[in-house]
């Protein structure tokens, strides 16, 4: 039981590295799990997370660049994992039109995980150790970042909702995760399925479909824990929506390639992650997703 958590259960719900051009909400609507530490009963820490995106159509252009602090947690008892996440977002756009800046706090959001099945196998000399489990859940995000924008100004798109630190709107979060553990190895899969509803102001974001799996391999040097990760996140964007109409270009599918490492010594951990694109069809091909970074502090108890 406990070396399914001293891996990383990875994004699983991840939010951070999705679709991004001015229509598709790269910032406010997304979030990221990543990793977790290693953790007996439960962990808190604090994490940062970057994405950049560009987006070109012949005479106009933007750059994108979202940015997120928050304070993140999980505590787990039996067959039960809760975690709670409060981002605190800051926006930061150029473009033909000028700069736009924006900061504040996001939409807070829990989840919650079941253990529906594991079989484990204890190592020995001869044999590694072995663990199938599988996992159920779901979570909701709450409208707690501010998401007003003014529709009355002469200048307003739907783009800038995608501007602000919360999406207005309640969502709800199904997953399942497949974590494969055979000695210093493992695989972890998840899928993930977001439903969005409308904001206060009939602005809805598409409905998101997220794959994400990562290998990983666990070795020990000196006091430090290392496990480096190596894996890909797919995630399929449904098309938005504003007073009951099709936002037109607002839906599409990513894949990042990503990297990381989580060092970990006694309670005190360190996640680091970075990502690049692999293929995608944002926008008709007109927004790019450039790269994205994470890292993180934990402890763990």
Not at 69 to 81: L, M
Not at 258 to 283: C, F, K, S, T, W
Request: glycine share 12%; net charge neutral.
């Amino acid at each position: 039981m406990k070396n399914i958590f001293l891996v990383l259960i990875l994004s699983f719900l991840s939010f951070n590295s999705t679709l991004a051009c001015p229509y598709c909400g790269c910032g406010n609507s997304n979030f990221q799990i990543g990793v977790l530490p290693t953790y007996s009963n439960a962990f808190f820490g604090v994490r940062y997370n970057y994405s950049h995106f560009k987006t070109d159509s012949g005479s106009q252009y933007s750059r994108d660049y979202f940015h997120t602090a928050e304070i993140w947690g999980g505590y787990k008892i039996g067959k039960f994992q809760m975690m709670a996440f409060v981002p605190y977002l800051s926006v930061h756009k150029l473009s033909d039109e000028g700069d736009v800046n924006s900061s504040g706090l996001g939409d807070i959001t829990l989840l919650g995980n079941y253990e529906l099945y594991t079989k484990m196998k204890p190592g020995s000399e001869t044999k590694r150790s072995f663990t199938n489990a599988l996992w159920i859940g779901g979570g909701i995000k709450f409208h707690t970042g501010q998401s007003i924008v003014n529709l009355n100004d002469p200048a307003f798109t739907v783009g800038d909702f995608s501007q602000t630190p919360g999406t207005g709107s309640t969502d709800y979060l199904l997953n399942v995760n497949h974590n494969l553990l055979s000695g210093n190895n493992g695989i972890v899969t998840n899928l993930a399925y977001r439903i969005n509803t409308s904001n206060a102001q009939q602005f809805q974001y598409g409905n998101r479909l997220y794959v994400t799996m990562n290998y990983f391999h666990s070795f020990v040097a000196g006091m430090f824990v290392i496990r480096p990760t190596a894996g890909f996140n797919l995630v399929v964007n449904g098309t938005n929506h504003f007073q009951n109409t099709r936002v037109i270009g607002s839906s599409g599918y990513i894949v990042v390639g990503h990297v990381g490492v989580n060092v970990q010594r006694g309670n005190i951990g360190l996640i680091m992650n970075g990502g690049l694109p692999m293929a995608e069809d944002l926008y008709h091909g007109l927004t790019q997703f450039n790269e994205s970074a994470s890292v993180a502090l934990t402890y763990s108890f």
